[in-house]
Each structure stands twice: as structure tokens, then as C-alpha cells.
């Protein structure tokens, strides 16, 4: 993409940022000469680890009672701190706090509070939008407090595929910053294979791709033109009414921050009503069904590129009626209640609800359910209020172009009235 020409404005942004730098300079040599050592804040690497938490209800292999339903969890984890004991999931004392677990775990059964998916995209999506370069890395990596637009992670594999796909359908300036040899000597063994192969299966879902940095010296910390020219457009609207007002006008850079992250949640919540009106939010016992958080972020990725979905493909389960005795095991595995047993015995699947986690193949006892691969058309879920904006606006454009008709049919016949005299 060719960079756009700058203008007047970029040169006064400049000369204002580096008298700003020039100013602030005696001030902080005096700040670090005064400050209480006290105050000035360490890094520490904890700070950036959270313990993870379980809710058994939702784990697979709990709920069937079969162990081998889902090992996701139990495989990626580096130090084997996560078993299944008596329908619980248990996390030893050895754990890293990597958070693998939680951005393997399907069905959400695992998960942390600090920066669960939605708030996880939404971090960095903050830093992608303000910034020319948005940098995802882990406390080892760094080794300092971190600049705004470098979001520290206890591991980069932290971020599951669905937060990597939603961010590559909305920014193309994200990188993973990691320093060579970074992960060859780190003791969650399992992270580098993990986020390589999260990362993978989104740049292949999206088309794009995330970059790779190496060197501390090759990252910048610009902010991006835009948002650059808004803070300096709202400074100056802010010092003009500074006289008039007690209170300071939220800058327009930091707004349409806001704005656009808002708009994403909007989305996400219309996908969700939109998706309970299609197909109801209970099963037909009456249970609620669980669009995970991941999920979500999939399908709003794919709400926007809905041509993505033809090239997505996931495995769904198969089910085979004429195998099934409706002895209900697998229903009972599916704890996000994707899967349904209507009044006359027939297993039903929800696709946009099913995580595609196979339990419900592992625990059939009759090899019923086949796990097989298709494309995700099923989890587009039309925007009825973009449809009707759409024709909204076909109808004005119509009534616009029969307005010129006429309008220029009645000059037609001034005009002709006028020859005629």
C-alpha cells in the first residue's frame, strides 16, 4: 500500500513532538535524580503469569466420565500438571501458568481471568489500531517493562487460533516479537510448537499473515498517521475550549480506539442474537446452549469475510442413524450442547455451536460419529441489519436516480415550451 503524502499537518505534528521531547527533556533528567527508587516500578516476569482456573462442568472428558474423550489440555501442557480424577479437573502445584492449556481447551473449561479471548483481542487490537506495528511476545523475550504496543503474553502460544484469525481479518500490522534461540532453552517446551501452529491454521484460514521480529532494534514504537493527526486535531479543539469547560474532551485518537473496538463488540453481540433467532439459544431438552468466546471471534472473523468460510474447513461429526441405539453418551459429552437428541432419537448438530473437539466420536459406543472435514458456510450467520441498510440504501440510490429522471424530464419540457414560443 502506498504511504500517503504528507501534508502542512504532519510538519506541525513533527516540529510539536520533538519540541515536546526537547522540553521534557530536563524534566525527567530531574524526575530520575528526586524519585524515590521505591516508586519506580521492577519488571518482573510474574506480573505477566496467571494460574488457570477450571470449571469441570464444561470439560468433555469429565462430563462423559471417559478420559479419553479430549486430551487437548493434558498434550500441550509442559510440565504435566492437569490430570482427571473422579469426573474433576485437577491442576497441580508444578504449574507454569503458561496458559497453554487455556487457549487449547475447546470448550472454555479452562480459563484465566486476566485476558480471557474477548479481552485478549480487544488488547491487542487497542495497541494494532493507535500504532504502526502491533508486537505480541513473553516476559523472557523482553526482559523490561514493556513499551504500549508490546503486549507481554507468559507465552505467545497464550493466543489461541480464533484470536489470531479474528486479529488477521482486521489488522495487517501484527508481529511476534522473539529473539533467536529465545524458545530453545525456555521450559514450557511445548510453546513454540504451539503458537507456530496456531498461527499457521489462522494465516491459512485469513489469507494473511503475522511477522516475525528478531531484533529489539528493528521494532518501532510509531504511533499511526491517523491517529497521530486526531490527537493533534483534538489538542487544539481542546485548547480552545478549555476556557468554557471544566472537563477535557476525550481526544479523538483515543475515541476512535474506542470506536472501532466497540463496533467489533456490537458485532459480536448481533452475531450471537442473531445466531439464538435462527436456531433458538436452548436445545430441545431445554438446555442452554454455549457459543464459546472463541467461537465468536471465528465466526465474526468470518461474518466479514464470508468467502473465508469456502476455503475453512473443520471437522464436524457424522453421524450414522443407522448405528445409532440413542444411548445419549455422546450428547452427554458435548458440554456446549452442540449436540441434541430430538423426541424421536435422532441425533441433531448444531455446527455453529460445535468447537469440532471429537468427543462425541470417542465416547459413541457403537462408532455412530465419524469426524469429517468440511467448510464452515455454516457458521455465517446473516446480518439481517446489514441487509437491510443494503437495501436501504439500493432503495435511496433508486429514488435518487428516478428523482434526476423526472428532474431532468421537467427541464426538458420547460425548455420545449420555451422553443416553442
Excluded at 279 to 291: D, E, F, P, T, Y
Aim: aromatic share 4%; glycine share 4%; net charge negative.
Amino acid at each position: 500500500m502506498a504511504a500517503k503524502k504528507r501534508d502542512i499537518l504532519d510538519e506541525i505534528i513533527d516540529i510539536q513532538q520533538n519540541w515536546n521531547a526537547l522540553s521534557n527533556t530536563g524534566n525527567e533528567l530531574v524526575e530520575q535524580l528526586t524519585a524515590d527508587p521505591r516508586d519506580i516500578p521492577d519488571f518482573d516476569p510474574a506480573d505477566y503469569r496467571e494460574r488457570p482456573r477450571v470449571n469441570s462442568t464444561f470439560c468433555v472428558s469429565a462430563a462423559s466420565g471417559n478420559p479419553d474423550a479430549c486430551k487437548r489440555c493434558m498434550a500441550v501442557c509442559p510440565v504435566d500438571a492437569i490430570s482427571i480424577h473422579n469426573a474433576s479437573v485437577r491442576i497441580d502445584d508444578n504449574c507454569r501458568n503458561c496458559d497453554l492449556c487455556v487457549a487449547e481447551c475447546p470448550t472454555e473449561a479452562l480459563f484465566v481471568r486476566k485476558n480471557p479471548p474477548l479481552e485478549l483481542y480487544d488488547k491487542i487490537a487497542r495497541m494494532a489500531t493507535a500504532y504502526e506495528q502491533c508486537y505480541i511476545t513473553c516476559p523472557r523475550a523482553i526482559g523490561r517493562l514493556p513499551e504500549p504496543n508490546e503486549i507481554v503474553l507468559p507465552c505467545v502460544a497464550a493466543v489461541s487460533r480464533e484470536v489470531w484469525f479474528d486479529l488477521l481479518c482486521n489488522y495487517d500490522n501484527l508481529s511476534v516479537y522473539l529473539p533467536l534461540g529465545i524458545c530453545d532453552d525456555c521450559s514450557t517446551t511445548t510453546g513454540e510448537e504451539a503458537f507456530s501452529d496456531a498461527i499457521a491454521f489462522a494465516e491459512e484460514w485469513s489469507g494473511e499473515s503475522v511477522g516475525l521480529e528478531v531484533d529489539e532494534t528493528d521494532l518501532t514504537h510509531e504511533q499511526t498517521r491517523a491517529y497521530k493527526r486526531s490527537q493533534f486535531v483534538s489538542s487544539m479543539t481542546q485548547a480552545g475550549t478549555r476556557l468554557v469547560s471544566r472537563s477535557n474532551p476525550v481526544l479523538a485518537g483515543a475515541q476512535a480506539v474506542a470506536n472501532r473496538l466497540k463496533a467489533h463488540t456490537d458485532q459480536i453481540n448481533g452475531l450471537q442474537r442473531a445466531l439464538e433467532n435462527a436456531v433458538g439459544a436452548q436445545n430441545a431438552q431445554s438446555k442452554h446452549r454455549m457459543l464459546t468466546r472463541r467461537r465468536r471471534l471465528l465466526m465474526a472473523g468470518l461474518q466479514k469475510y464470508p468467502d473465508l468460510a469456502d476455503e475453512l474447513f473443520l471437522d464436524f461429526p457424522n453421524i450414522d442413524s443407522s448405528l445409532c441405539t440413542m444411548c445419549s453418551e455422546c450428547t452427554k459429552a458435548c458440554t456446549v450442547r452442540a449436540l441434541e437428541m430430538d423426541k424421536s432419537g435422532r441425533v441433531l448438530l448444531e455446527p455453529s455451536y460445535c468447537v469440532n473437539c471429537g468427543a462425541c466420536a470417542v465416547v459413541c459406543p457403537e462408532g455412530a460419529i465419524a469426524m469429517q472435514a468440511r467448510d464452515a458456510r455454516d457458521l455465517v450467520v446473516p446480518d439481517s441489519a446489514a441487509e437491510e441498510r443494503k437495501r436501504q440504501r439500493e432503495r435511496a440510490a433508486k429514488l435518487k436516480q428516478e428523482g434526476k429522471k423526472k428532474l431532468s424530464q421537467g427541464l426538458d419540457a420547460i425548455e420545449n415550451l420555451a422553443n416553442d414560443k
